[in-house]
């Protein structure tokens, strides 16, 4: 029997990685071939336990460069792909919103674009997962939860770009055909996750001492899904979803900023041997996002009823196999932050 091949982009990211790794361990039939640009996001060091497989191949790759894309989906002939590559820290896309036109915009179209044109209308047992973003909805207020019938409505130039992508695939399906489905996640914790986004930054300067920056007053609330959990929907949507189909996936898990900064400290109290009550002295107070949405939250029973996946971790736990990882991985969390990071926060952060 021949080995199908399926492309993951993104996948030496946070999340890509946890998928790469959950397909390459699970599926031995199938051939992961894992396509990314390794911006400063990616990193081969977050798949260094499979990166012997057999069943895998990493390509170093720029989903924007149209003629490579088509040569891939050449040379591979893939059943699937599942599409992660993109450029995702919010506050990057305040700074420079172009690369977020380009790469999560531009480079899904050449990926679309290469599907259709590679499969020639033969889309027998093919499928093209794009994952995106909660964000794509906007806000909340106080009440109610985003659905997969929320009315679109981005708000910074990354949620625009995610929500600009998800037209263009729904728009491949309705007009070529093509065999895709969306799924729209909240926020993703656990390890390997760059220490720009909330949760690691706050563990790394925790550990340095350094303040912790928490936006405007801390009250704007996330929903938050270990990464795992997102891993294994991605799985289940990936070989059980429905074409045309959007998914919402989320943990049922709101917490404001601040309560969360507020946990973390004392778990890291604990963690370091510090007396309680020490880190929570680094809490900063600082000038608040542009743009920035109050409340997420996701309704995710559609998928908990059609296809029966669940969250497997309470908050606590996933929170404290967080920190542990990131204590047992200083030399990780070294290597991502020593270069062009240190740039980016002196940009980002006027803070010592
Ligand atoms: P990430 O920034 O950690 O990883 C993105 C990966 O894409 C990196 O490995 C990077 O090198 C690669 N990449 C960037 N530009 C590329 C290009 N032009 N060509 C090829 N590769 C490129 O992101 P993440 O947090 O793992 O997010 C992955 C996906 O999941 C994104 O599409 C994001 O919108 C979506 N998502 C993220 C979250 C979250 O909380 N992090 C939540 C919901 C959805
Ligand atoms: P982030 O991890 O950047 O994810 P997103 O913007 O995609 O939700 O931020 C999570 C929340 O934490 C968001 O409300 C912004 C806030 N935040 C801070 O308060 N301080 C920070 O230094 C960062 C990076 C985020």
């Known amino acids: ?13 946070f999340i890509g990685s946890h998928v790469v790794r959950r397909f ?11 396509l990314d640009k390794l911006t400063y996001a990616g990193n081969l060091a977050n798949l260094r336990d499979i990166d012997h497989a057999p069943n895998y191949r990493f390509v170093k790759g720029d989903i924007c460069d149209s003629e490579f894309m088509l040569e891939i989906f050449r040379q591979y002939n893939f059943e699937g792909v599942i599409h992660l590559a993109a450029e995702s820290h919010v506050d990057r896309s305040i700074a420079n919103p172009m690369e977020f036109i380009m790469t999560n915009i ?4 050449n990926l ?8 020639k209308g033969d889309f027998n047992n093919k499928r093209f997962y794009h994952i995106s973003t909660d964000e794509v909805y906007g806000s909340l207020g106080n009440s109610g939860f985003f659905t997969e019938d929320t009315r679109y409505d981005p708000h910074s130039p990354y949620s625009a770009s995610k929500a600009s992508s998800d037209h263009l695939v729904r728009a491949y399906y309705d007009t070529y055909g093509l065999p895709a489905l969306i799924s729209n996640c909240s926020n993703n914790y656990g390890s390997f996750q760059f220490p720009e986004k909330l949760i690691p930054l706050a563990i790394n300067n925790i550990c340095n001492n350094k303040p912790v920056p928490v936006y405007g007053t801390g009250e ?11 891993a294994v929907a991605i799985d289940v949507i990936y070989h059980y979803g429905k074409n045309g189909e959007t998914y919402n ?3 049922h898990n709101e917490w404001k900023n601040i309560d969360l900064i507020q946990l973390l400290c004392k778990v890291m109290d604990r963690k370091l041997n510090r007396p309680e009550g ?11 996002r542009a743009g920035h949405d109050l409340r997420y939250a996701i309704d995710s029973s559609k998928l908990q009823k059609e296809l029966g996946w669940k969250p497997s971790l309470q908050f606590e736990e996933g929170l404290e196999k967080t920190v542990d990882w990131y204590l047992n991985n200083q030399q990780w969390v070294n290597e991502v932050t020593s270069g062009e990071y240190k740039n980016y926060y002196e940009k980002q952060y006027d803070l010592r």
């Open 249 to 251: 996936i989320g943990g």
């Open 220 to 230: 704007n609330i996330r929903d938050w899904l270990f990464v795992e959990d997102h």
């Open 278 to 288: 020490t880190s929570a002295q680094l809490i900063t107070f600082v000038k608040d």
């Open 1 to 13: 029997m021949s080995k199908k091949n399926i492309l993951i982009t993104g996948g030496a990211g």
């Open 106 to 109: 531009v480079g899904t179209v």
């Open 112 to 119: 679309l674009n290469a599907a259709r044109e590679i499969w």
């Open 24 to 34: 390459v361990k699970n599926y031995p039939d199938y051939t992961i071939i894992n």
